[in-house]
């Protein structure tokens, strides 16, 4: 079984900045028994001294919020397409502002394939067209459609 489920994909979220947002996508993962109950407040608290937003060569900027394992209960993906923008900290400055606009959110059960699972992110953040599609998509389904090819092939 794969780690993108289409009941933890959501396009259109309407959050006025990050710990909506991820306070949103963590009870995705919670409503489905993927993450425990203190996932919610450590993935926020990582955010805040880990900041995740990555700043894309297209000109999309996206997040990728994670936080240990001790907090999951099995391995999944949350995708979140928001509205509009909102403003994560930069991970590779951590005082800059970026306008989010695409949230993938790991929660890893093991702690040795956060690194695989990482990597994988990196990669499908680099296929321009699929992130583009991704960001302009109105369904659950199209973002499924377009994300399960990158990170079901196997499962991580």
């Given at each position: ?139 659950t389904q199209e973002v499924y459609d377009i994300a399960s090819k990158f990170f079901d092939v196997k499962e991580v």
């Amino acid at each position: 079984m794969g780690v993108i489920h289409k009941e933890l994909i959501k396009t259109g979220i309407d959050a006025k900045n990050f710990k909506e947002v991820l306070i949103e996508m963590a009870g995705l993962l919670r409503k489905y028994d993927y993450v425990k109950e203190s996932f919610t407040d450590a993935v926020i608290e990582r955010e805040k001294i880990y900041p995740t937003g990555l700043n894309l060569p297209i000109g999309i900027n996206i997040a990728i919020p994670h936080t240990d394992a001790c907090h999951v209960n099995k391995t999944a993906i949350a995708i979140g397409v928001l509205k509009s923008p909102v403003q994560f900290k930069s991970m590779a400055t951590k005082i800059d502002d970026l306008d989010v606009s695409l949230v993938v959110m790991l929660a890893i059960k093991e702690s040795k394939k956060q690194v695989e699972t990482l990597k994988r992110a990196m990669e499908f953040f680099q296929e321009e067209e699929a992130i583009k599609k991704i960001i302009n998509s109105k369904t659950t389904q199209e973002v499924y459609d377009i994300a399960s090819k990158f990170f079901d092939v196997k499962e991580v």
